[in-house]
Protein backbone atom coordinates (compact mmCIF):
# COMPACT_ATOMS: atom_id res chain seq x y z
CA UNK A 1 0.00 0.00 0.00
CA UNK A 2 2.80 2.30 0.57
CA UNK A 3 4.02 4.38 3.51
CA UNK A 4 1.43 7.65 4.28
CA UNK A 5 2.97 10.58 5.89
CA UNK A 6 0.85 11.35 9.22
CA UNK A 7 0.09 14.71 10.30
CA UNK A 8 2.50 16.54 12.45
CA UNK A 9 0.88 20.30 12.95
CA UNK A 10 -2.50 19.57 13.82
CA UNK A 11 -3.61 20.73 16.99
CA UNK A 12 -0.70 22.84 17.08
CA UNK A 13 -0.92 24.75 13.97
CA UNK A 14 -4.77 24.09 12.97
CA UNK A 15 -7.46 22.48 14.13
CA UNK A 16 -7.16 18.38 15.40
CA UNK A 17 -11.01 17.49 14.45
CA UNK A 18 -12.01 17.09 10.87
CA UNK A 19 -15.20 19.56 11.65
CA UNK A 20 -13.45 22.42 13.10
CA UNK A 21 -10.68 21.74 10.31
CA UNK A 22 -13.29 22.11 7.74
CA UNK A 23 -15.63 24.77 8.95
CA UNK A 24 -12.13 27.09 9.97
CA UNK A 25 -10.46 26.12 6.16
CA UNK A 26 -14.13 26.52 4.73
CA UNK A 27 -14.78 29.98 6.53
CA UNK A 28 -11.13 31.58 5.85
CA UNK A 29 -11.80 31.08 2.24
CA UNK A 30 -15.53 32.41 2.18
CA UNK A 31 -14.00 35.49 3.83
CA UNK A 32 -11.33 35.95 1.07
CA UNK A 33 -11.46 39.00 -0.64
CA UNK A 34 -9.58 37.48 -3.90
CA UNK A 35 -12.12 35.78 -6.67
CA UNK A 36 -11.03 33.00 -8.36
CA UNK A 37 -8.27 33.71 -11.51
CA UNK A 38 -8.19 32.67 -14.44
CA UNK A 39 -4.81 32.24 -16.03
CA UNK A 40 -2.90 31.72 -12.48
CA UNK A 41 -0.57 28.98 -11.93
CA UNK A 42 1.61 29.87 -8.99
CA UNK A 43 0.80 31.10 -5.73
CA UNK A 44 3.50 32.47 -2.55
CA UNK A 45 1.37 31.42 1.48
CA UNK A 46 2.03 31.63 4.10
CA UNK A 47 2.91 28.80 7.02
CA UNK A 48 1.85 30.25 10.63
CA UNK A 49 -0.63 28.77 12.95
CA UNK A 50 -4.09 29.69 11.18
CA UNK A 51 -5.00 32.47 13.64
CA UNK A 52 -2.06 34.28 12.16
CA UNK A 53 -1.96 33.62 8.57
CA UNK A 54 -4.78 31.43 7.93
CA UNK A 55 -6.74 34.84 6.41
CA UNK A 56 -3.51 35.80 4.04
CA UNK A 57 -2.92 31.97 3.09
CA UNK A 58 -6.96 32.45 1.96
CA UNK A 59 -6.03 35.02 -0.43
CA UNK A 60 -3.53 32.07 -2.48
CA UNK A 61 -5.71 29.15 -2.27
CA UNK A 62 -8.67 31.14 -3.22
CA UNK A 63 -6.92 32.62 -5.97
CA UNK A 64 -6.27 28.82 -7.25
CA UNK A 65 -9.32 27.45 -6.54
CA UNK A 66 -9.98 28.38 -10.56
CA UNK A 67 -8.48 25.39 -11.13
CA UNK A 68 -11.04 22.38 -9.22
CA UNK A 69 -11.13 19.38 -11.18
CA UNK A 70 -8.37 20.73 -13.84
CA UNK A 71 -5.84 20.64 -12.52
CA UNK A 72 -2.80 17.94 -12.89
CA UNK A 73 -1.21 17.99 -9.76
CA UNK A 74 0.57 20.89 -7.02
CA UNK A 75 3.99 21.69 -6.52
CA UNK A 76 4.55 21.73 -3.10
CA UNK A 77 7.68 24.59 -2.35
CA UNK A 78 8.44 24.80 1.29
CA UNK A 79 11.70 25.13 3.76
CA UNK A 80 13.10 22.74 6.42
CA UNK A 81 12.98 24.35 9.34
CA UNK A 82 14.27 21.70 11.69
CA UNK A 83 16.64 19.12 9.58
CA UNK A 84 19.42 20.85 7.92
CA UNK A 85 20.65 19.23 4.40
CA UNK A 86 22.34 20.02 1.12
CA UNK A 87 19.59 20.35 -1.84
CA UNK A 88 16.20 19.73 -2.30
CA UNK A 89 14.28 16.27 -0.08
CA UNK A 90 11.64 13.99 -2.02
CA UNK A 91 10.21 11.09 0.00
CA UNK A 92 7.72 8.50 -2.19
CA UNK A 93 4.69 8.62 0.49
CA UNK A 94 2.06 7.10 -0.97
CA UNK A 95 -0.12 10.28 0.34
CA UNK A 96 0.17 12.86 2.90
CA UNK A 97 -3.02 12.71 5.93
CA UNK A 98 -4.69 15.23 7.68
CA UNK A 99 -7.90 15.30 9.85
CA UNK A 100 -9.41 15.88 6.62
CA UNK A 101 -7.82 12.87 4.53
CA UNK A 102 -5.63 11.75 2.41
CA UNK A 103 -3.83 13.28 -0.29
CA UNK A 104 -1.79 11.25 -3.24
CA UNK A 105 1.50 12.31 -4.14
CA UNK A 106 2.57 11.89 -7.61
CA UNK A 107 5.57 9.25 -7.25
CA UNK A 108 6.36 9.34 -10.79
CA UNK A 109 7.11 12.79 -10.41
CA UNK A 110 8.90 12.36 -7.85
CA UNK A 111 11.04 9.53 -9.20
CA UNK A 112 12.12 11.26 -12.15
CA UNK A 113 13.22 13.86 -10.11
CA UNK A 114 15.44 11.78 -8.00
CA UNK A 115 16.97 10.68 -11.16
CA UNK A 116 18.35 13.89 -12.01
CA UNK A 117 20.42 13.67 -9.50
CA UNK A 118 21.80 16.96 -7.56
CA UNK A 119 20.23 18.89 -5.64
CA UNK A 120 17.22 16.10 -5.41
CA UNK A 121 17.81 13.98 -2.48
CA UNK A 122 15.91 10.92 -0.97
CA UNK A 123 15.44 11.83 2.42
CA UNK A 124 12.50 11.03 5.10
CA UNK A 125 13.31 12.70 8.23
CA UNK A 126 13.42 16.61 6.98
CA UNK A 127 9.49 16.18 6.44
CA UNK A 128 8.75 13.85 9.77
CA UNK A 129 8.41 16.95 11.96
CA UNK A 130 7.96 20.08 9.31
CA UNK A 131 5.10 22.25 9.07
CA UNK A 132 5.90 24.21 6.20
CA UNK A 133 3.88 22.21 3.42
CA UNK A 134 1.71 20.67 5.69
CA UNK A 135 -0.33 23.61 6.95
CA UNK A 136 -1.22 24.62 3.33
CA UNK A 137 -2.34 20.92 2.59
CA UNK A 138 -5.89 21.18 4.07
CA UNK A 139 -6.47 24.72 2.05
CA UNK A 140 -5.62 22.41 -0.96
CA UNK A 141 -8.02 19.15 0.33
CA UNK A 142 -11.08 21.90 0.29
CA UNK A 143 -9.88 23.89 -3.01
CA UNK A 144 -8.84 21.35 -4.66
CA UNK A 145 -9.87 17.82 -3.77
CA UNK A 146 -8.12 14.82 -4.78
CA UNK A 147 -5.68 16.87 -6.90
CA UNK A 148 -1.97 14.75 -6.00
CA UNK A 149 0.76 17.09 -4.69
CA UNK A 150 4.76 17.09 -5.24
CA UNK A 151 5.84 17.72 -2.12
CA UNK A 152 10.00 19.47 -1.87
CA UNK A 153 11.59 20.40 0.74
CA UNK A 154 14.24 22.84 0.27
CA UNK A 155 18.14 23.24 2.75
CA UNK A 156 20.50 24.62 1.42
CA UNK A 157 20.17 24.51 -2.79
CA UNK A 158 20.96 27.06 -5.67
CA UNK A 159 17.13 27.77 -6.36
CA UNK A 160 17.96 28.65 -9.52
CA UNK A 161 19.36 25.66 -10.30
CA UNK A 162 15.95 24.31 -8.79
CA UNK A 163 13.84 26.08 -11.17
CA UNK A 164 15.44 24.86 -14.08
CA UNK A 165 15.00 21.23 -13.39
CA UNK A 166 11.62 21.96 -12.08
CA UNK A 167 11.06 23.96 -15.72
CA UNK A 168 11.80 20.69 -17.54
CA UNK A 169 9.03 18.60 -15.05
CA UNK A 170 6.02 21.45 -15.40
CA UNK A 171 3.57 20.71 -17.99
CA UNK A 172 0.32 22.94 -18.75
CA UNK A 173 -1.56 21.97 -15.80
CA UNK A 174 0.28 22.21 -13.16
CA UNK A 175 0.74 24.35 -10.58
CA UNK A 176 3.61 25.50 -8.14
CA UNK A 177 2.58 26.68 -4.44
CA UNK A 178 5.92 28.28 -2.62
CA UNK A 179 5.31 28.34 1.29
CA UNK A 180 7.11 31.19 3.26
CA UNK A 181 6.86 33.61 6.00
CA UNK A 182 8.11 36.71 5.79
CA UNK A 183 10.45 38.80 8.68
CA UNK A 184 10.40 37.29 11.89
CA UNK A 185 10.15 39.10 15.28
CA UNK A 186 10.93 42.78 14.92
CA UNK A 187 8.77 45.56 15.58
CA UNK A 188 5.89 45.85 13.62
CA UNK A 189 6.88 49.36 11.87
CA UNK A 190 10.33 47.62 10.87
CA UNK A 191 8.73 44.42 9.81
CA UNK A 192 6.58 46.43 7.65
CA UNK A 193 8.81 48.49 6.21
CA UNK A 194 11.69 44.89 5.02
CA UNK A 195 8.92 43.12 3.76
CA UNK A 196 7.76 45.74 1.76
CA UNK A 197 11.41 45.52 0.60
CA UNK A 198 11.38 41.95 0.25
CA UNK A 199 7.85 41.98 -2.18
CA UNK A 200 9.38 45.22 -3.91
CA UNK A 201 12.09 42.01 -5.07
CA UNK A 202 9.60 39.25 -5.66
CA UNK A 203 7.19 41.52 -7.89
CA UNK A 204 9.69 42.27 -9.83
CA UNK A 205 10.62 39.18 -10.36
CA UNK A 206 14.33 39.37 -9.01
CA UNK A 207 14.95 35.67 -7.83
CA UNK A 208 18.59 36.51 -6.47
CA UNK A 209 17.75 39.59 -4.51
CA UNK A 210 14.40 37.45 -3.25
CA UNK A 211 17.07 34.43 -2.31
CA UNK A 212 18.68 37.25 0.02
CA UNK A 213 15.71 38.44 1.59
CA UNK A 214 14.68 37.65 5.61
CA UNK A 215 11.82 35.32 4.22
CA UNK A 216 12.19 31.68 5.94
CA UNK A 217 10.95 29.78 2.95
CA UNK A 218 13.06 32.50 0.68
CA UNK A 219 14.69 29.47 -1.56
CA UNK A 220 11.59 27.85 -2.68
CA UNK A 221 10.10 31.11 -3.09
CA UNK A 222 13.05 32.30 -5.10
CA UNK A 223 12.17 28.76 -7.53
CA UNK A 224 8.75 29.66 -8.49
CA UNK A 225 10.04 33.23 -8.77
CA UNK A 226 12.61 32.45 -11.03
CA UNK A 227 10.29 29.84 -13.08
CA UNK A 228 7.24 32.64 -13.28
CA UNK A 229 10.78 34.68 -14.79
CA UNK A 230 11.28 32.52 -17.33
CA UNK A 231 7.50 31.35 -18.23
CA UNK A 232 6.07 35.01 -18.02
CA UNK A 233 4.09 34.47 -15.41
CA UNK A 234 3.04 38.07 -14.24
CA UNK A 235 3.32 38.42 -10.03
CA UNK A 236 0.32 40.78 -8.16
CA UNK A 237 0.55 40.76 -4.61
CA UNK A 238 -2.78 39.73 -2.64
CA UNK A 239 -3.01 40.42 1.11
CA UNK A 240 -0.56 41.60 3.07
CA UNK A 241 -0.73 41.21 7.27
CA UNK A 242 1.57 40.89 10.36
CA UNK A 243 0.77 38.50 13.39
CA UNK A 244 -0.31 41.84 15.09
CA UNK A 245 -4.06 41.86 13.25
CA UNK A 246 -3.94 38.58 15.55
CA UNK A 247 -3.01 38.99 18.77
CA UNK A 248 -2.16 42.87 18.91
CA UNK A 249 1.37 42.30 20.19
CA UNK A 250 3.16 45.32 18.03
CA UNK A 251 6.61 44.71 19.78
CA UNK A 252 7.83 41.44 17.81
CA UNK A 253 5.31 40.17 14.76
CA UNK A 254 5.83 37.47 11.67
CA UNK A 255 4.73 39.26 8.58
CA UNK A 256 2.53 37.46 5.77
CA UNK A 257 1.53 37.53 2.48
CA UNK A 258 -0.11 36.16 -0.32
CA UNK A 259 1.03 36.65 -3.69
CA UNK A 260 -0.52 34.91 -7.47
CA UNK A 261 1.70 34.34 -10.47
CA UNK A 262 -0.51 34.86 -13.44
CA UNK A 263 0.30 33.42 -17.02
CA UNK A 264 -0.10 35.85 -20.04
CA UNK A 265 -3.05 36.59 -21.86
CA UNK A 266 -1.79 34.69 -24.59
CA UNK A 267 -1.56 31.70 -22.24
CA UNK A 268 -3.53 28.94 -22.19
CA UNK A 269 -6.77 28.60 -19.72
CA UNK A 270 -7.56 26.39 -16.85
CA UNK A 271 -9.34 23.35 -17.87
CA UNK A 272 -7.23 22.95 -21.30
CA UNK A 273 -6.60 19.83 -22.23
CA UNK A 274 -8.99 15.90 -20.30
CA UNK A 275 -9.99 16.38 -16.62
CA UNK A 276 -8.43 13.82 -14.40
CA UNK A 277 -9.55 14.16 -10.69
CA UNK A 278 -12.85 13.71 -9.49
CA UNK A 279 -14.58 17.13 -7.81
CA UNK A 280 -15.72 16.60 -4.12
Known amino acids: ?7 AAAGVFY ?13 LL ?6 PLPGVRGALAPHAGYLYSGRVAAEAFRALSTWKGRARRV ?11 LGVAFHPYRAW ?12 GGRRLLARGHPFRALEEPFRQEHSLEVLLPFLQVVLPKTPILPLLFGEVDPL ?25 HPEPVARARDGK ?10 PALAESEACGRLPWASLTALARGLGWRPRLLAYAT ?29 DGKEEHEEA
Open 1 to 7: MGLVRQE
Open 243 to 271: SAEAKGERGRVVGYAAVAYLEAEEGPEPG
Open 198 to 207: TLEKALALDP
Open 97 to 108: RTPLGETPVDLE
Open 75 to 85: LLLGPSHFVPF
Open 30 to 35: QAARTP
Open 161 to 185: EVAGALLAELESRDLVVASSDLSHY
Open 15 to 27: PREEGALRREVEG
